[in-house]
């Protein structure tokens, strides 16, 4: 038996199984600066981790995989300067406060980020700024601090997606939002090489602010909850290597927006905690798997209730 738990345990750490939750705002639109984390192959509470350098809400997150590095990208510090450009990072396997990595090209709210692991490029697509949304698509190389570089540009200027990728097979998938109205677009983008985004299809409905989840190589990506004016439960997938429109997946136990997604990659669950649930502001954490279409259930519960917050995990 030690044998099999000391097989287990390695197979766990070579693919990587914590997520962490960065950011927020609280029920009176108080940015906070937590991070929570999991293991999210055991059903359990989120456990303190440390704190991100900025108070802020709607940053994007992703990481290097098993390199074990999450950056948090951007976000808004309050209501008076709300357009945050500072990129912080912390080691995954190493709970502990944030440091500061460099800055965003522009600062930005709630832009979609996402990267391909273990080849280290994490990109920001669009988000909200002084001059309104931005079409903004930058990139950092998540092993090296530094500045984000200019990338592209996504088709349609916006805020509040879903973003994922398949990992190491570099297409990233940004799906919904909103500008002004609620969006049905979904753009793609090889990762690896610089350019613009192209029209990959269009979601069921108009939907922005759903959590992103995805099961890296095995090209499913997920668009949990979220709102077409008002919060739903329902989930959308795609398959991220194959041009097309979205399909039904099925739902949330209850209705979740501004919630923060994330997943363990080729051990097919994905997680999305915190948000709007059912109308308040909560702690709540669901899980799907990936691989099988299918309603969500109660995975346990994030240390503070919280909106606007963004999942990353160390999952390859």
């Known amino acids: 038996m030690a044998e099999i738990k000391f097989i287990m ?12 939750f960065f950011g927020g705002a609280d029920a009176t639109n108080t940015r906070v600066n937590t991070i929570d984390y999991i293991s999210i192959s055991t059903l359990g509470n989120a456990t303190d981790f440390g704190d991100i350098t900025v108070l802020k809400r709607g940053a994007s997150s992703f990481t290097n995989g098993t390199s074990d590095r999450a950056v948090c990208c951007g976000g808004s510090n309050n209501d008076a300067t709300p357009w945050d450009n500072v990129i912080d990072y912390v080691t995954l396997s190493t709970p502990g406060n944030a440091t500061d990595f460099g800055d965003l090209t522009i600062g930005r709210h709630i832009p979609g980020g996402t990267s391909n692991k273990n080849d ?39 805020r509040y997606f879903a ?33 613009n985004a192209s029209d990959f299809g269009d979601m069921t409905a108009t939907i922005a602010n759903a959590a992103g989840a995805s099961n890296g190589t095995y090209e499913r990506g997920l668009a949990m909850g979220g709102t077409t004016g ?12 194959s041009t097309g429109n979205a399909a039904d997946f099925g739902d949330l136990t209850q209705t979740m927006n501004a919630s923060g997604g994330t997943d363990n990659t080729t051990q097919n669950r994905a997680v999305i905690g915190g948000g709007v649930y059912n109308g308040t502001i909560d702690t709540v954490i669901e899980y799907i798997t990936i691989n099988t279409l299918g309603n969500g259930a109660d995975f346990g519960d994030l240390t503070l209730a919280r909106q606007d917050l963004d999942g990353a995990s160390n999952a390859g």
């Open 9 to 20: 345990n390695m197979s766990i750490q070579a693919y990587g199984d914590r997520g962490a």
């Open 230 to 241: 008002t919060s739903i439960k329902s989930i959308d997938y795609i398959t991220i290597n």
């Open 120 to 158: 280290q490029r994490g990109i920001n697509g669009g988000g909200y700024y002084t001059s309104g949304f931005t079409n903004v698509i930058d990139y950092i190389t998540i092993s090296t601090t530094g500045n984000a570089i200019d990338f592209g540009d996504i088709t349609v200027a916006r």
């Open 163 to 195: 973003a994922r990728s398949n990992s190491t097979n570099q297409r990233a998938v940004w799906m919904g939002g909103h500008n002004g109205s609620y969006q049905n677009v979904i753009d793609y983008r090889a990762i690896n090489t610089l350019g």
